[in-house]
């Protein structure tokens, strides 16, 4: 019966024992309906005071015991009216406070559905076929085919391979194996078939470490205070207070029921959850998802950001940074040159160089035959000329001389050489967001000073970008590991991590506040977080932090002006002039006013 009648359902049958009550006592059966009132009361007030008990067992107290003496002492003195009134009103504020809390974060569903359920395994003939994940040995050789999740860690046994270990690291570039490097679980194989010795089970594998994280550092998240809870102590000792003085001043208990009718805790259960709907909805309009009233809440409180750079300070995808010709060549030959030979290959750096030269409108000529190294670089003839486009290396196999400056200091991109001379470099970089810099000094302006940088990515492109950025505190080189021991020990808190890739799901969860930046990332990222930003914008973090601040601040000011006017009308009621049912009437204005106070929340307007 307890577990039947929660949150919408009490409301419900409130409703309907008000209504049916009403009727049986134009019928004139005065005394059925009182019953009817009673019974249903009673339940609620048995249902309140088992739960309030569980709380004081649990630690926790709230504004139960004032709802529950407010029903009681109206049914002491016989007003069923007052007290079917109040129940309504607590019930309907339970249900408004349960439909904010309902919007929780789902369970880690994706993280589970994206690790793979079979594999294609060699067997001792030399044939393949499909087993499960779970069978998988230490020592077995399996195929992984193009764009294939990697399902365990193990080592290359292929010539060479491309992987993308993005959702791992936050590395944004490809990283190219040999036979024998260690190739985790988790990470994305590329265009050509992987062949993978296994190292380590299902289970043991790194991709499994990271549910593991997230799932402890969910389980470790700290219980959200409903907001109204706060001021249930001083507000319930205020309002015994009032009723107890106007009983024994007066001697009539009718006093007593009285004053706390007008007492009801309507607007603490009302003025929060109306507001945190009315922000979250708000939020949704600019495409921020924000999944519970205590994300919400911890969000206006932030004083600390953590934010990955892959996918979230930065593009997440290559783009070309820098043209650099050698002497005697200009800039739109040598994107000409390398564009026409990256022209016919699938790699990830070629779309880059291709793009790069379709946006400035400069001529890519269809090399007439070509040659492909996967991993080193591409051999095309172009007019009866050879021309090398790829690593370092790859030239100087060819007997290209390159300048000792740019051997020196080798940087990801396409290197050009036309028959034996060298020509120049297109260089690569992860672009930085247009407005991530304006957007951190906003967060600064609203109270978020600490920020700090948590990437996957190398030193040296992490300290690029932060200097851009005029971050102070960098970590680099950061495992899931790495990130969320940072986090657990990172002050001043509250602190929120901003991310999007399945390395920082445990981050994410673990942080008091945890945003991911969904339009693109995974959507383990999205699931773990508290907040997700469906739009491809990342000035929305910012925007984010000032909606939920204006929101709190409103429904801290609605939960003030309702404690302050049941104040005022318990001191009226303590004199006797207002009757039961029409304090509970009056509580019912105060209730009007605090819903359209709350409200507010929802418009436009900046505090």
């Given at each position: 019966?307890?577990?039947?009648?929660?949150?919408?359902?009490?409301?419900?049958?409130?409703?309907?024992?008000?209504?049916?009550?009403?009727?049986?006592?134009?019928?004139?059966?005065?005394?059925?309906?009182?019953?009817?009132?009673?019974?249903?009361?009673?339940?609620?007030?048995?249902?309140?005071?088992?739960?309030?008990?569980?709380?004081?067992?649990?630690?926790?107290?709230?504004?139960?015991?004032?709802?529950?003496?407010?029903?009681?002492?109206?049914?002491?003195?016989?007003?069923?009216?007052?007290?079917?009134?109040?129940?309504?009103?607590?019930?309907?504020?339970?249900?408004?406070?349960?439909?904010?809390?309902?919007?929780?974060?789902?369970?880690?569903?994706?993280?589970?559905?994206?690790?793979?359920?079979?594999?294609?395994?060699?067997?001792?003939?030399?044939?393949?076929?499909?087993?499960?994940?779970?069978?998988?040995?230490?020592?077995?050789?399996?195929?992984?085919?193009?764009?294939?999740?990697?399902?365990?860690?193990?080592?290359?046994?292929?010539?060479?391979?491309?992987?993308?270990?993005?959702?791992?690291?936050?590395e944004s570039e490809p990283v190219e194996l040999k036979r024998g490097d260690?190739?985790?679980?988790?990470?994305?194989?590329?265009?050509?078939?992987?062949?993978?010795?296994?190292?380590?089970?299902?289970?043991?594998?790194?991709?499994?470490?990271?549910?593991?994280?997230?799932?402890?550092?969910?389980?470790?998240?700290?219980?959200?205070?409903?907001?109204?809870?706060?001021?249930?102590?001083?507000?319930?000792?205020?309002?015994?207070?009032?009723?107890?003085?106007?009983?024994?001043?007066?001697?009539?208990?009718?006093?007593?029921?009285?004053?706390?009718?007008?007492?009801?805790?309507?607007?603490?259960?009302?003025?929060?959850?109306?507001?945190?709907?009315?922000?979250?909805?708000?939020?949704?309009?600019?495409?921020?998802?924000?999944?519970?009233?205590?994300?919400?809440?911890?969000?206006?409180?932030?004083?600390?950001?953590?934010?990955?750079?892959?996918?979230?300070?930065?593009?997440?995808?290559?783009?070309?940074?820098?043209?650099?010709?050698?002497?005697?060549?200009?800039?739109?030959?040598?994107?000409?040159?390398?564009?026409?030979?990256?022209?016919?290959?699938?790699?990830?750096?070629?779309?880059?160089?291709?793009?790069?030269?379709?946006?400035?409108?400069?001529?890519?000529?269809?090399?007439?035959?070509?040659?492909?190294?996967?991993?080193?670089?591409?051999?095309?003839?172009?007019?009866?000329?050879?021309?090398?486009?790829?690593?370092?290396?790859?030239?100087?196999?060819?007997?290209?001389?390159?300048?000792?400056?740019?051997?020196?200091?080798?940087?990801?991109?396409?290197?050009?050489?036309?028959?034996?001379?060298?020509?120049?470099?297109?260089?690569?970089?992860?672009?930085?967001?247009?407005?991530?810099?304006?957007?951190?000094?906003?967060?600064?302006?609203?109270?978020?000073?600490?920020?700090?940088?948590?990437?996957?990515?190398?030193?040296?492109?992490?300290?690029?970008?932060?200097?851009?950025?005029?971050?102070?505190?960098?970590?680099?080189?950061?495992?899931?590991?790495?990130?969320?021991?940072?986090?657990?020990?990172?002050?001043?808190?509250?602190?929120?991590?901003?991310?999007?890739?399945?390395?920082?799901?445990?981050?994410?969860?673990?942080?008091?506040?945890?945003?991911?930046?969904?339009?693109?990332?995974?959507?383990?990222a999205s699931e773990s977080a508290d907040v997700v930003i469906l739009v491809d914008d990342f000035g929305r973090?910012?925007?984010?932090?000032?909606?939920?601040?204006?929101?709190?601040?409103?429904?801290?000011?609605?939960?003030?002006?309702?404690?302050?006017?049941?104040?005022?009308?318990?001191?009226?009621?303590?004199?006797?002039?207002?009757?039961?049912?029409?304090?509970?009437?009056?509580?019912?204005?105060?209730?009007?006013?605090?819903?359209?106070?709350?409200?507010?929340?929802?418009?436009?307007?900046?505090?």
């Open positions: 019966m307890i577990s039947f009648l929660r949150n919408q359902y009490r409301f419900v049958l409130a409703l309907v024992v008000l209504i049916a009550a009403i009727m049986l006592s134009l019928l004139g059966l005065h005394d059925i309906a009182r019953w009817a009132i009673y019974t249903y009361s009673g339940i609620i007030a048995l249902v309140l005071l088992v739960g309030m008990v569980r709380d004081l067992l649990h630690g926790k107290y709230g504004v139960d015991i004032l709802a529950i003496v407010a029903i009681t002492s109206t049914i002491a003195v016989d007003e069923y009216w007052a007290t079917i009134v109040i129940v309504v009103m607590l019930t309907g504020g339970e249900a408004l406070e349960a439909y904010a809390g309902a919007r929780a974060r789902a369970e880690l569903t994706a993280l589970m559905s994206r690790v793979p359920k079979t594999t294609h395994k060699q067997t001792v003939d030399g044939t393949i076929v499909d087993i499960a994940i779970a069978e998988v040995s230490i020592g077995d050789v399996l195929y992984i085919r193009p764009a294939e999740v990697i399902p365990v860690d193990g080592t290359v046994q292929s010539p060479d391979a491309i992987v993308d270990e993005s959702s791992l690291t936050g260690t190739v985790l679980s988790g990470a994305v194989n590329g265009n050509s078939e992987l062949i993978l010795a296994v190292t380590k089970r299902a289970d043991d594998s790194e991709y499994a470490q990271i549910v593991k994280l997230v799932q402890a550092a969910a389980d470790a998240h700290a219980p959200f205070v409903r907001l109204a809870d706060r001021y249930a102590v001083p507000f319930t000792a205020v309002s015994f207070a009032i009723a107890s003085l106007a009983w024994w001043l007066s001697g009539q208990p009718e006093r007593f029921a009285e004053v706390l009718v007008v007492a009801t805790p309507c607007p603490l259960l009302l003025a929060a959850p109306i507001a945190m709907i009315s922000g979250m909805s708000r939020a949704a309009k600019h495409g921020i998802i924000i999944k519970n009233g205590g994300a919400l809440e911890q969000l206006a409180r932030v004083r600390s950001a953590a934010f990955d750079k892959t996918g979230t300070l930065t593009a997440g995808t290559l783009t070309v940074a820098a043209i650099q010709p050698a002497k005697g060549v200009t800039a739109e030959t040598l994107l000409s040159l390398a564009a026409s030979a990256e022209s016919a290959s699938t790699h990830i750096v070629a779309a880059a160089v291709v793009a790069a030269a379709q946006d400035r409108h400069v001529k890519i000529t269809t090399p007439d035959t070509i040659e492909e190294l996967p991993g080193r670089g591409i051999t095309a003839l172009l007019g009866g000329q050879t021309i090398r486009a790829g690593k370092p290396g790859f030239l100087a196999e060819h007997g290209v001389m390159i300048p000792r400056e740019i051997a020196e200091h080798v940087q990801t991109g396409v290197y050009v050489a036309r028959g034996d001379q060298y020509v120049g470099a297109v260089l690569l970089g992860d672009a930085l967001r247009p407005n991530a810099k304006a957007t951190i000094e906003q967060l600064g302006a609203l109270g978020v000073g600490h920020v700090v940088m948590l990437t996957g990515d190398g030193r040296e492109t992490a300290e690029r970008i932060g200097a851009m950025l005029g971050l102070s505190e960098i970590h680099a080189e950061c495992m899931p590991q790495d990130k969320l021991r940072i986090m657990q020990a990172y002050q001043p808190r509250p602190i929120m991590m901003v991310g999007d890739g399945v390395n920082d799901a445990p981050v994410l969860a673990a942080s008091d506040v945890g945003i991911a930046m969904g339009a693109r990332g995974a959507t383990a973090v910012a925007t984010s932090v000032q909606i939920a601040r204006r929101t709190l601040h409103i429904a801290r000011q609605s939960v003030l002006a309702g404690i302050f006017a049941s104040i005022g009308l318990m001191l009226v009621a303590s004199t006797g002039v207002i009757p039961a049912v029409i304090g509970a009437g009056l509580q019912e204005l105060v209730d009007v006013i605090v819903i359209i106070n709350a409200l507010r929340a929802h418009s436009a307007q900046h505090l």
